[in-house]
C-alpha cells in the first residue's frame, strides 16, 4: 500500500465526517477554515493531475506556504502525481529561509517552486535576483485553473517510492535531504498511532510548522491516517500569543497534542492568571513532548499551571525520533506518562548508569514500539548492555532510505552494523541508554565536552545555568581545546529581567552555580543578547556553530567572564582580557552588536532592550528560546 492509498481509502471512508480546521486569531476572536477529508481528496486529485500534466512525476517540487490549508493539499498533491514534495519554511517565519531554499533548489535539482498567491510576487523576484528564474517555475496552486479531480489517474506508486524529502536543520553539518518514501511515511504514522491508543476518532490540536518533522508527520499526517479531526494555528500566532493553543485544546475538546518541550515552557510562564482562567484542558489524554531534551522543570511547570483546569501529569508522553526515521523511534504510551529517574553523576561521566537517590534527573523517552533500538560502542562497534551509555542505532521500517546524492554520507549513517555483523542500522549520532526497556537520551556524540576524563554533557550544563537568574535564556555549552579541553557556556541574557544585578554579576552566578553543581572550578561564561545562540530552524541548539562564532569574534557579546587560555585561544594574545577583569564603561557596545570574543562588555545604563513581543521575522528565535 501506498500513503496515497491510505488517504483515499480514510476519504471514502469518513467524506465530510471528518476535516482539518485552520484557525486564525483575530484580536481574541478565532476565525475558522474548515476542508473535510473528501475536500481535500478532490483538491490533491486536481493539483496532482496538473502537476502530471507537467510531467513532473519523479521530479521535486520545493514547497514554500505559509501556515494553512494549502500546504496541505499541495502536498497530497505532490504525493497523487509521483512528485517528490520538499516542505521548506518562508521568512515569515525563519528570516534564513531563502538562503536555505536556495541551497536545496540547487541540492535536489528542483523543477518547481509550488506557493500560494500572497507569496508568488516575492518569490518569483528572489527566484530572478539569484538567477533561478529559468531553471525553476515559480506557481501559486491557490490560483492554478486546476484539471477536475476526474481528471486524475493513479500514478504507480510502490512501498520503496520516493515520497517525499525532509531537509536536516543542519545541528551538526550543512543541511541534507532525508529521503522517506511511502513505506516508511506509513510505518511511522503507525507508530504514532498504537503510541496514542490506536483511536478510531479523535481530536488533535498543534500549530508546529509543516516544514518540521514533528509539525508534518506528528500534526498535519496523523489525523488523515488515523481518521480524526484536526485544529492547527500557525506558528506565528502562538508565539504572538501562547495561550492560544491551551484555549484550543480546551475550546475543542483535543484528546492529544504534540510540540517540544521549549513550547510547554513558553506556556507555563507566558500565560498570564487571566488568560488561564476558565480553561478546560481534562480532555488532553496524551501530549508528546520530543525533539529536543525534556527538562522535569518544564514537566513540572505545566503541571503547577494548568493542573487545576485539567492538565495532568499522566498526560505527558516524552518521545525519542529524527528525521532518518521519519519521526518517531520511541514514545511513552497513551496514559502511562513519564518516567523521571535519578542517576549518579559520577557515573555517568563514566558512561554508566548507575540510579541514585541522590543524583541527576533524568527523563525517559518511552520504548519502542515495533523499532530496534541498541546501544552500541561507536569505536568497537559491540552491542553494550542495559545501563551503559554509548551511540543509539535504530533498526526498522521507519528507517529512511538515506540522504539525496550523498552516498558516501548515506552509508555512513544508515550502513552502521555490530562487531557481530548485525545491520544495517541507523547511526543517531546521539547518546543514551536503556534501562527496564526505556530509552534515555542523554546528548549528541560531537556535543560531549571531555574535562580531565569526565564526560560532561552540554544539555545538563545548560539546563543547570538558566537557574541561576531569571534573566537567562538559552544557552549553548561546548568545549574549546586550549592546551587541555575547557567549558565553555555562551548564554542569552534578558536585559530587562536583570532587576538590580549586573550582567558581571549575572555571569559569575552562572560560574558558581557551575562550579556547585558539576564540581567546575574553572570555566568561561559569556552572556550575550537574545539570538545570540545559534539553533536550527527546528530550535536545536547549534554548539558548534556559536563556539566557531565565538572564537571567530562575531557574537552579540554583553559580557564575558573567560578563563585566560580561553581568552587567549579566542583572539589575539593582545587582546585577551582574563576571567573578572571588567572593561571601563567607555569600551561598552551597542546591544546586538559584535565584540571581538574575550572582551568583558558590561551592559551599559540605557542600552536598548529586545522588544517583549517578537517579530514575525524574529519567530523562529523567539520560538525556540522558549522563555
Known amino acids: 500500500m501506498s500513503f496515497v492509498e491510505r488517504v483515499r481509502t480514510q476519504a471514502d471512508r469518513y467524506g465530510h465526517e471528518r476535516s482539518y480546521t485552520f484557525v486564525e486569531d483575530r484580536r481574541g476572536e478565532l476565525a475558522e477554515s474548515r476542508l473535510t477529508f473528501a475536500e481535500i481528496d478532490t483538491r490533491a486529485r486536481s493539483t496532482g493531475a496538473w502537476l502530471a500534466g507537467r510531467r513532473a512525476a519523479d521530479q521535486t517540487a520545493l514547497l514554500l506556504y505559509p501556515a494553512g490549508l494549502e500546504f496541505l493539499t499541495a502536498f497530497l498533491g505532490c504525493l497523487y502525481s509521483r512528485v517528490i514534495a520538499v516542505p521548506s519554511p518562508l521568512p515569515q517565519t525563519d528570516p534564513r529561509a531563502l538562503e536555505r531554499a536556495e541551497g536545496i533548489i540547487k541540492d535536489a535539482d528542483v523543477r518547481f517552486v509550488l506557493t500560494d498567491s500572497a507569496n508568488q510576487a516575492m518569490l518569483t523576484r528572489w527566484l530572478r535576483d539569484v538567477g533561478l528564474d529559468g531553471a525553476v517555475e515559480c506557481v501559486a496552486t491557490d490560483t492554478l485553473d486546476l484539471p477536475g479531480p476526474g481528471e486524475w489517474t493513479m500514478p504507480e506508486i510502490r512501498p520503496d517510492t520516493l515520497a517525499y524529502m525532509q531537509y536536516t536543520s543542519g545541528s551538526t553539518s550543512e543541511p541534507r535531504g532525508v529521503m522517506l518514501t511511502h513505506a516508511n511515511l506509513l510505518h511511522n504514522e503507525e507508530e504514532i498511532w498504537r503510541a496514542i491508543g490506536s483511536p478510531r476518532e479523535g481530536v488533535g490540536v498543534g500549530w508546529l510548522p509543516h516544514y518540521h518533522d514533528m509539525g508534518l508527520i506528528g500534526m498535519l499526517l496523523q489525523p488523515i491516517y488515523s481518521g480524526g479531526d484536526l485544529y492547527f494555528a500557525s506558528p506565528i500566532a502562538f508565539v504572538m500569543r501562547p495561550a492560544l493553543w491551551m484555549e484550543m485544546i480546551s475550546r475543542y475538546r483535543a484528546g492529544y497534542t504534540v510540540a517540544p518541550n521549549f513550547a510547554y515552557e513558553w506556556c507555563a510562564t507566558r500565560v498570564t492568571d487571566g488568560q488561564a482562567a476558565g480553561l478546560d484542558l481534562s480532555s488532553l489524554r496524551f501530549a508528546l513532548n520530543g525533539a529536543e531534551p525534556v527538562r522535569t522543570g518544564t514537566l513540572r511547570a505545566m503541571v503547577g499551571r494548568f493542573g487545576a483546569a485539567g492538565f495532568s501529569e499522566k498526560a505527558w508522553a516524552p518521545a525519542y525520533g529524527m528525521a532518518e526515521a521519519t519521526l518517531v523511534v520511541t514514545a511513552t504510551p497513551l496514559g502511562h506518562g513519564p518516567l523521571i529517574r535519578r542517576f549518579d553523576t ?183 543578547e537574545r539570538g545570540g545562540v545559534g539553533k536550527t530552524t527546528s530550535g536545536k541548539v547549534q554548539r558548534s556553530r556559536t563556539r566557531d562564532l565565538l572564537l571567530g569574534g562575531s557574537l552579540p557579546v554583553v559580557h564575558a567572564e573567560l578563563t585566560a587560555a580561553v581568552a587567549a585561544h579566542a583572539v589575539p594574545a593582545a587582546h585577551a582580557v582574563p576571567a573578572a577583569h571588567a572593561v571601563p564603561a567607555a569600551h561598552a557596545v551597542p546591544a546586538g552588536h559584535p565584540v571581538p570574543a574575550g572582551h568583558p562588555v558590561p551592559a551599559g545604563p540605557g542600552a536598548p532592550t529586545p522588544h517583549p513581543v517578537p517579530t514575525p521575522h524574529a519567530v523562529a528565535e523567539a520560538v525556540a528560546e522558549g522563555a
Open 346 to 528: 559520577r557515573a555517568l561521566e563514566r558512561n554508566e548508569a548507575v540510579p541514585a537517590p541522590d543524583g541527576v534527573e533524568l527523563v525517559g523517552c518511552g520504548r519502542p514500539i515495533s523499532m530496534t533500538v541498541r546501544i552500541v560502542d561507536p569505536e568497537t562497534r559491540a552491542v553494550l548492555p542495559d545501563g551503559s551509555v554509548a551511540e543509539i542505532w535504530v533498526r526498522g521500517a521507519s528507517v529512511a532510505r538515506g540522504y539525496w546524492q550523498r552516498g558516501e554520507a548515506s552509508s555512513d549513517t544508515f550502513g552502521g552494523r555490530t562487531a557481530d555483523g548485525d545491520g544495517p542500522f541507523l547511526r543517531t549520532g546521539d547518546l543514551g541508554f536503556l534501562l527496564d526497556g526505556e530509552l534515555y537520551v542523554t546528548g549528541r556524540s560531537k556535543d560531549v565536552v571531555i574535562v580531565n576524563g569526565r564526560n560532561l554533557y552540554p544539555q545538563d550544563l545548560e539546563e543547570a545555568a538558566r537557574e541561576a537568574h531569571p534573566s537567562l535564556g538559552a544557552a549553548a555549552a561546548f568545549g574549546v581545546e586550549a592546551g587541555g579541553e575547557h567549558v565553555v557556556l555562551v548564554q542569552e541574557v534578558r536585559r530587562q529581567r536583570l532587576g538590580g544585578a549586573s550582567a558581571a554579576e549575572v555571569a559569575r552566578m552562572v560560574q558558581g552555580e557551575l562550579a556547585r553543581v558539576f564540581g567546575l572550578p574553572s570555566m568561561s561564561v559569556v552572556l550575550v
